[in-house]
T-cell receptor
Framework: DGGITQSPKYLFRKEGQNVTLSCEQN?????MYWYRQDPGQGLRLIYY???????QKGDIAEGYSVSREKKESFPLTVTSAQKNPTAFYLC????????????FGDGTRLSIL | AQSVTQLDSHVSVSEGTPVLLRCNYS??????LFWYVQHPNKGLQLLLK??????LVKGINGFEAEFKKSETSFHLTKPSAHMSDAAEYFC????????????FGAGTQVVVTP
């Protein structure tokens, strides 16, 4: 079945460490997105990419980095510069064009030790 | 700019009774609107979308939503709640500042009691 796979499901980070969250899709979508979800809040956009080797900052990009070397993959690195990284991270993808719904993975929950 | 307001943070319903989740939006242009559902520790699943073809939109699992431009509303309804409907629901509007970007409401937590 086509879909989006995020791994790991749970991730723990020590202070000062960078961690990378994986996102892979086999839907043949050109666009991919990373969101952060905090309790009681909607989703906030971190980064997005419309094409391989190109990506743009979203609303809360500080302390995060991404790469898009392959169409299927869009990993997110949470750097030590992100002061409050504990959250639920969701990856999504969509076709290009207006009105296209986004399809979501099952998320990675990141916690600080 | 665009925004989404979900008028209820929590809704509690009895199994078999109707469900109403309220959403108001603001947008400079004719928006695309979506409702998503999220079960605990899961990603979001698309329930339905409005893209100007018809004001009453039918979605999965018996849900439907009505677009009312005069009221800038996009309320989600279901005639009869099921226990499996217990989840968080998000109203979402397409953003006008950049293609493909979405603006999410804060969510409505639905509790279904037997």
């Amino acid at each position: 079945d086509g879909g989006i796979t995020q791994s790991p499901k749970y991730l723990f980070r020590k202070e000062g460490q960078n961690v990378t969250l994986s996102c892979e899709q086999n839907l043949n979508h050109d666009a991919m997105y990373w969101y952060r979800q905090d309790p009681g809040q909607g989703l906030r956009l971190i980064y997005y990419s419309q094409i391989v080797n190109d990506f743009q900052k979203g609303d809360i990009a500080e302390g995060y980095s991404v790469s898009r070397e392959k169409k299927e993959s869009f990993p997110l690195t949470v750097t030590s510069a992100q002061k409050n990284p504990t959250a639920f991270y969701l990856c999504a993808s969509s076709l290009l064009g207006d009105n296209q719904p986004q399809h979501f993975g099952d998320g990675t929950r990141l916690s600080i030790l | 700019a665009q925004s989404v307001t979900q008028l209820d943070s929590h809704v509690s319903v009895s199994e078999g009774t109707p469900v109403l989740l309220r959403c108001n939006y603001s947008s400079s242009y004719s928006p695309s609107l979506f409702w998503y559902v999220q079960h605990p520790n899961k990603g979001l699943q698309l329930l339905l979308k409005y893209t100007s073809a018809a004001t009453l939109v039918k979605g999965i699992n018996g849900f439907e939503a009505e677009f009312k431009k005069s009221e800038t509303s996009f309320h989600l309804t279901k005639p009869s709640a099921h226990m499996s409907d217990a989840a968080e629901y998000f109203c979402v509007v397409s953003r006008t500042d950049s293609w493909g970007k979405l603006q999410f409401g804060a969510g409505t937590q639905v509790v279904v009691t037997p």
